[in-house]
């Protein structure tokens, strides 16, 4: 099993900066993939950005330039940074942690952009 807390939602105004926390605890693997997805109310959960063990980084063409994902190995830890934030980036994000064909899911963060 694998535990994921997340940190550092918030408000924020149109133009402002966030960063998301993602620690991992418990049986985590040498090879896997984290990542962020978000789920706006009425809509389904979108991909946002992932990472993997190796480094290699993906995201969502609506994020691309404006976000960042990154990780700290030595304390088990992924990130978000949220530049440039928009109304439209307006739900909760959920941390993902993907290994030997299991998914954990974090128990999300609401991240409001005001216009």
């Known amino acids: 099993q694998v535990q994921l807390v997340e940190s550092g939602g918030g408000l924020v105004q149109a133009g402002g900066s966030l960063r998301l926390s993602c620690v991992a605890s418990?049986?985590?693997?040498?090879?896997?993939?984290m990542g962020w997805y978000r789920q706006a109310p009425g809509k389904q959960r979108e991909l946002v950005a992932t990472?993997?063990?190796?480094?290699?980084?993906n995201y969502a063409d609506s994020v691309k330039g404006r976000f960042s994902i990154s990780r700290d190995n030595a304390k088990n830890t992924m990130y978000l940074q949220m530049n440039s934030l928009k109304p439209e980036d307006t739900a909760v994000y959920y941390c993902?942690?993907?290994?030997?064909?299991?998914?954990?899911w974090g128990q999300g963060a609401q991240v409001t952009v005001s216009s």
């Open positions: 993902n942690y993907y290994c030997e064909l299991s998914n954990y």
């Open positions: 990472i993997t063990s190796g480094g290699s980084t």
């Open positions: 418990g049986s985590l693997c040498r090879f896997f993939r």
